[in-house]
C-alpha cells in the first residue's frame, strides 16, 4: 500500500491565485514528519517545508504553508499568490521516525498560467 | 557555486560501457545519498553513506556500484546497465543520516541507457 498519496498528477493555476497541493499519508508510527520539496525543470530538488507529528502549529514559510490535519492524515502544500517561477513538479515526503528512510510521493506537477 | 554538484549533467551509455557519475557536496555534511528518479514513479532511495560509512543499500543490483571516498564526495559506478536504468540519478546529503535533518540535492544526472 503506498504510504503517501499525490492525488493530483497536474494541476493549472492562474498566477496571483492560491493553490492547494494535495497530500494524504499513511503510518502508524506515532512520531513521524512530513516534507515538501520542489522540482523545477533543471532538475534539482528544493526543499520547501517541514511539518513535524508533534508540532501544535502548521508550519510556514513564506509564501508555503502546510494544512496539518493529523486525524484525516493529510499534509497538503499551500502557496499563497502564486507566481509564474512557482512552475514545477512538487512532492510531499514522509519520514518515520523508526526508520530513517524517506517516502516519497509520485508528485504534482503545477502549472502557473499568466 | 551550488551546495551539492553532479556531473555529468547527461549521460548516454551502452549497455557495455563502464562510466562513473560524481558528486560533491560543499556543505560540510556527513551524509550522503544517491537517489534514482524514474518517470511518474516516487524517488527510490538506492544508497546512502554516513560517515563515509554504507548504512543503506536498498536492494540495488550489483551493476551499481557506490564508492565514498571522504564526506565530501559519492560516486555512483556504472557496468552493464539496462535501458530501464534509464533514469535521472540524483545526489543529495544531510547534516547527519538521523532522518531529522532536510535533504540537499543536486541537480542530478539524466542517464539514458541504449
Known amino acids: 500500500a503506498q504510504k503517501i498519496t499525490q492525488t493530483q498528477p497536474g494541476m493549472f493555476v492562474q498566477e496571483k491565485e492560491a493553490v492547494t497541493l494535495d497530500c494524504t499519508y499513511d503510518t502508524s508510527d506515532p512520531s513521524y514528519g512530513l516534507f515538501w520539496y520542489k522540482q523545477p525543470s533543471s532538475g534539482e530538488m528544493i526543499f520547501l517545508i517541514y511539518?513535524?507529528?508533534?508540532d501544535q502549529q502548521n508550519a510556514t514559510e513564506g509564501r508555503y504553508s502546510l494544512n496539518f490535519q493529523k486525524a484525516r492524515k493529510s499534509a497538503n502544500l499551500v502557496i499563497s499568490a502564486s507566481q509564474l517561477g512557482d512552475s514545477a513538479m512538487y512532492f510531499c515526503?514522509?519520514?518515520?521516525?523508526?526508520?530513517?528512510?524517506?517516502?516519497w510521493g509520485a508528485g504534482t506537477k503545477l502549472i502557473i498560467k499568466p | 557555486e551550488t551546495g551539492v554538484t553532479q556531473t555529468p549533467r547527461h549521460l548516454v551509455m551502452g549497455m557495455t560501457n563502464k562510466k562513473s557519475l560524481k558528486c560533491e557536496q560543499h556543505l560540510g555534511h556527513n551524509a550522503m545519498y544517491w537517489y534514482k528518479q524514474s518517470a511518474k514513479k516516487p524517488l527510490e532511495l538506492m544508497f546512502v553513506y554516513n560517515f563515509k560509512e554504507q548504512t543503506e543499500n536498498n536492494s540495488v543490483p550489483s551493476r551499481f556500484s557506490p564508492e565514498c571516498p571522504n564526506s565530501s564526495h559519492l560516486f555512483l559506478h556504472l557496468h552493464t546497465l539496462q535501458p530501464e536504468d534509464s533514469a535521472l540519478y540524483l545526489c543529495?546529503?544531510?547534516?547527519?543520516?538521523?532522518?531529522?535533518?532536510?535533504?540537499?540535492f543536486g541537480s542530478g544526472t539524466q542517464l539514458s541507457v541504449l
Open positions: 511539518q513535524g507529528s508533534y
Open positions: 515526503a514522509m519520514r518515520e521516525d523508526s526508520n530513517y528512510q524517506l517516502i
Open positions: 543529495a546529503s544531510s547534516q547527519d543520516h538521523t532522518g531529522g535533518e532536510k535533504l540537499f
